[in-house]
Antibody
Framework: EVQLVESGGGLVQPGRSLRLSCAAS????????MHWVRQAPGKGLEWVSGISWNSNKIEYADSVKGRFTTSRDNAKNSLYLQMSSLRADDTALYYC??????????????WGQGTLVTVSS | DIQMTQSPSTLSASVGERVTITCRAS??????LAWYQQKPGKAPKLLIYKASILESGVPSRFSGSGSGTDFTLTISSLQPDDFATYHC?????????FGQGTRLEIK
């Protein structure tokens, strides 16, 4: 069974940093691109970042470019999101998402349950 | 970025009804479109990818069509389990934008 388990969320002050982790199991992790998608309370879905299977291609939404860094460790079957200079509008549930493809996307076929990040003083 | 516009935002329907949700892209995305179902407090679930291909395990009452800029998700006969929010998403190019969502409610 494919499982994605996020961790690392919490309450953080504006301007501070936070690191999210995602532990993957049940599939060949280094065979898939991975993404972070977020959902602000009561709002729609927003793609945040994506990383290819070998980390050669990493992309970011304009809203987080320069502040967030995505990485992966295929030996540990793990995905990470380093978030810095956090703002109130970064408050959201952050989902770790598996892609059907390795480099370019072929749709998101498995989602974790999410970890909540709240940015507030 | 490619903008995705879903309509309607809210849809009220009864069990057994046939319903259609529309998604329009601001530029051509070929068939690089997915539909997701999301229930309250749960993560989204992939229903359809490449505009019309049903994900494994998804009931056949769900179908998708379209290409270029105009797409539809159809549920042929609504079941109680189908009342949820539906999101379309383009994965033709970064950023992989989503529509604003369509909330399907029980009439």
């Amino acid at each position: 069974e494919v499982q994605l388990v996020e961790s690392g969320g919490g309450l953080v002050q504006p301007g501070r940093s936070l690191r999210l982790s995602c532990a993957a199991s049940g599939f060949t992790f280094d065979d898939c691109a991975m993404h972070w998608v977020r959902q602000a309370p009561g709002k729609g879905l927003e793609w945040v970042s994506g990383i290819s299977w070998n980390s050669n291609k990493i992309e970011y939404a304009d809203s987080v470019k320069g502040r967030f860094t995505t990485s992966r460790d295929n030996a540990k079957n793990s995905l990470y999101l380093q978030m810095s200079s956090l703002r109130a509008d970064d408050t959201a549930l952050y989902y770790c998402v598996k892609d059907r493809g390795r480099i370019s996307s072929y749709a998101f076929d498995c989602w974790g349950q999410g970890t909540l990040v709240t940015v507030s003083s | 970025d490619i903008q995705m516009t879903q309509s309607p935002s809210t849809l009220s329907a009864s069990v057994g009804e046939r319903v259609t949700i529309t998604c329009r892209a601001s530029q051509s995305i070929s068939s690089w479109l997915a539909w997701y179902q999301q229930k309250p407090g749960k993560a989204p679930k992939l229903l359809i990818y490449k505009a019309s291909i049903l994900e494994s395990g998804v009931p056949s009452r769900f179908s998708g069509s379209g290409s270029g800029t105009d797409f539809t998700l159809t549920i042929s006969s609504l079941q109680p389990d189908d009342f949820a929010t539906y999101h379309c998403q383009q994965y033709s190019s970064y950023s992989y934008t989503f529509g604003q969502g369509t909330r399907l409610e029980i009439k």
